[in-house]
């Protein structure tokens, strides 16, 4: 080995570098006649922080999601003291007004996004408040991301456009999954709290649950409007119900010799958790929703294709001008639209995390120690990956939990799907820690829906220019020469092309439309009844007629009418009573 004394002195080698490096410029500036400056590193500016002082008199802007979401979520921010408000759903005015303050090429759920929050803000000034009134009295809060994709460029987006209209220094509140809710400095006004967090648990699950409900209902109601008419008042219950929760403190939601035993510390996290997911409030909540829905009539012999959409978040959850009104185009059009619901991204989320905990196994461990040192570090990180996996798997197995106490309260058919399944069938063709948008989801989701014969076709909504949903496009033509009875559309959304748009899912519903009236033919045939017989039986039992009836899927049988026919047929076949009752009808008839 080299004695320490021998070795040569690095920190004179670097900065002899160093100065090498700095009279090269100093050369080169010269010889281009421009003037040596010091180099000043851009620095992001400190914003104003939103402290906890202000949560009396500022209001937190918030928006992106569904009517149902947004008015849950601001239940949510009641319950929890905060003053919050649900900006109007952006039209193609906010996106106009979008255009004219962001830059360039921007994607398009930022114009729609920025130009809804601008428009607002508009709004309150031409009412009388000024600019500086504004600023001080109202945030946004809007959620953020890093990775390949633009979305991690929304934020400067966001102040370059409020700079440009003449709201500088209006506070961006984001949440990123790695480091909370920023511009947090002191006394933060925003807290990310467990009362907070299962508020937007329940908030999630009841709204996806009811949307859902209303597109599997709309398509067969028997009363034009009555469904959102009902969904109206089902989202006011639930609202009120989370408004009106608050966080329980001993000895609320335990007994009072429990908190004596285990402290007040340890037991209060466990039983405001158990009170948001059992709860009273919950329950409540559940048989309010079903009391409001209880009383639609269906007709479920209606064949309808079903149309599963995926593709970019924002685009395939929107119901508005953002994506064309797609939805509403798609039931004028007699189909049956399968959403996405946002529990599945919190899903795809949860697995990514799962995966990626052990995909970085080893990576901290010391390279210089010695054998043993190694083995127990070794032995700590395993230990406490395992423990991270475990809190993912808890997570996991409660969103799913919660969400299906609401689904099959009030009879919602579909539930999330195994994101294990979907990641294990993309595989092949997209990897599972390729990020991105939703990454593998929507090869996933169109593999699944085809082989499983879930849907009739595949309808995949993006912005225009998106990048994750053109590597998604890109992969899809693999997969399309892999599963030739794959009916997948892909669909730009921007600020004009709607006629476009709509007229090439016109053409693609024609084969839809055939597959399901095929697939309800079949069922048909394999029960060897007449039509006739089938709605006899509904209409001598009534509970067959209501929205919330639940009717089971088969596999492979995608359409509503297709699966009823079925399940109909089975009751006959178990309803001894019906059956004798029809054979005395048949007696009493050849006697006459």
Request: glycine share 8%; charged share 25%; aromatic share 10%.
């Amino acid at each position: 080995m080299i004695p320490d004394s021998e070795r040569p002195d690095t920190s004179t080698r670097e900065a002899d570098i160093e100065r090498l490096r700095e009279a090269a410029r100093h050369r080169l500036h010269a010889r281009a006649g421009v003037p040596v400056e010091p180099i000043a590193h851009y620095r992001r500016e400190a914003e104003r922080p939103f402290l906890a002082s202000e949560r009396d008199r500022v209001t937190i802007l918030f928006g992106g999601l569904t009517v149902k979401h947004e008015r849950l979520i601001q239940a949510v921010f009641d319950s929890c003291g905060y003053r919050a408000l649900a900006l109007p759903q952006a039209d193609l005015a906010s996106c106009q007004i979008g255009k004219q303050y962001c830059n360039n090429g921007v994607c398009n759920p930022a114009y729609f996004t920025i130009g809804a929050l601008l428009r607002y803000l508009q709004q309150l000034e031409a009412s009388g408040l000024s600019r500086e009134t504004i600023v001080d009295r109202y945030v946004f809060f809007t959620a953020g991301s890093c990775g390949p994709c633009r979305f991690g460029m929304y934020e400067a987006e966001y102040r370059l456009a409020l700079r440009n209209a003449g709201f500088d220094g209006f506070r961006v509140l984001l949440f990123q999954q790695e480091h909370g809710v920023k511009a947090d400095t002191g006394a933060p006004g925003l807290k990310l709290s467990l009362h907070l967090g299962l508020g937007a648990v329940n908030a999630f699950t009841f709204a996806d649950a009811l949307q859902a409900f209303g597109y599997e209902t709309r398509p067969y109601e028997l009363s034009p409007g009555l469904t959102d008419r009902r969904l109206a008042r089902a989202i006011e219950a639930v609202a009120q119900a989370l408004a009106g929760r608050r966080e329980l403190v001993p000895p609320d939601g335990a007994p009072r010799w429990m908190y004596r035993l285990i402290g007040d510390k340890r037991l209060k996290p466990y039983a405001n958790a158990y009170d948001h997911l059992y709860g009273p409030a919950t329950k409540g909540a559940l048989g309010a929703c079903r009391a409001a829905l209880d009383d639609i009539d269906v007709d479920r012999f209606r064949v309808k294709p079903v149309i599963k959409i995926t593709g970019e978040f924002w685009a395939q959850s929107t119901e508005g001008d953002g994506n064309f009104r797609m939805f509403e185009f798609l039931e004028r059009e007699g189909a049956h639209v399968l959403v996405e619901p946002i529990g599945g991204w919190v899903m795809y989320l949860l697995q990514y995390q799962r995966v990626r905990i052990f995909a970085r196994r080893g990576l901290t461990l010391p390279k210089d120690a010695s054998r043993l040192a190694r083995l127990a570090a070794r032995l700590r990180e395993e230990r406490g990956l395992w423990l991270r996996r475990l809190a993912v798997e808890v997570g996991e197995y409660l969103y799913r939990r919660q969400y299906d106490g609401v689904r099959d309260a009030i009879g919602v058919a579909h539930p999330l799907l195994d994101q294990r399944e979907l990641a294990r069938i993309a595989d092949p063709f997209y990897r599972e820690l390729a990020r991105g948008g939703e990454g593998h989801l929507e090869v996933g989701k169109s593999i699944y829906y085809t082989t499983r014969n879930a849907a009739h076709m595949v309808l995949s909504l993006k912005p225009f220019g998106c990048m994750p949903s053109t590597q998604s496009d890109g992969v899809q033509s693999a997969v399309l020469a892999r599963f030739k009875d794959l009916t997948f559309l892909p669909i730009e959304t921007g600020s004009e092309g709607e006629l476009t748009a709509h007229s090439r899912v016109q053409m693609a519903l024609v084969e839809a439309r055939l597959r399901a009236q095929a697939e309800f033919q079949r069922a048909l045939a394999s029960t060897g009844r007449p039509l006739d017989e089938l709605r006899r039986y509904v209409d001598e039992h009534p509970e067959l007629h209501r929205a919330t009836y639940h009717v089971p899927h088969r596999r492979g049988v995608a359409g509503v009418a297709a699966n009823f026919v079925l399940h109909v047929h089975d009751r006959m076949r178990r309803d001894r009573r019906w059956r004798r009752a029809r054979v005395d009808t048949m007696a009493v008839g050849q006697g006459a």
